[in-house]
């Protein structure tokens, strides 16, 4: 059975650092990515990397502070946040895409070029 499994959420004060993970189950992935989605809000692209070389691709908002990673032999991706702020409360969502990162040379960064889904996992962030 194919299925990511995360973890790592929780509730800290703004300015602290939090590390998510997301293990998959049943098949490797080409793109692994994590979203996030505020309460009202759409669903938006975090940050991606790719099976294959690492190469990674962040939002405009989370440059400089989230950071994403893969450990391959372990079939596990991170996000590890810092300067966390009350704007990235939010529910995280891993995502995974079996094919590459790129369609048409532009990264997947909309929540239906993407197959694979976890739970979700909640990260409060207070002032």
């Known amino acids: 059975q194919e299925k990511l499994v995360e973890s790592g959420g929780g509730s800290v004060q703004a300015g602290a650092s939090l590390r998510l993970s997301c293990t998959a189950s049943?098949?490797?992935?080409?793109?692994m990515a994590w979203f996030r989605q505020a309460p009202g809000k759409e669903r938006t692209f975090v940050a991606g990397i790719t099976y294959i070389g690492g190469n990674t691709n962040y939002a405009d908002s989370v440059k400089g502070r989230f950071t994403i990673s893969a450990d391959n032999d372990k079939n596990t991706w991170y996000l590890q946040m810092t300067s966390l702020q009350p704007d990235d409360t939010a529910i995280y969502y891993c995502a995974a895409h079996p094919m590459s990162a790129l369609i048409w040379g532009k990264w997947r960064e909309t929540p239906n070029e993407y197959t694979h889904w976890g739970q979700g996992t909640q990260v409060t962030v207070s002032s």
């Open positions: 049943g098949r490797t992935f080409s793109t």
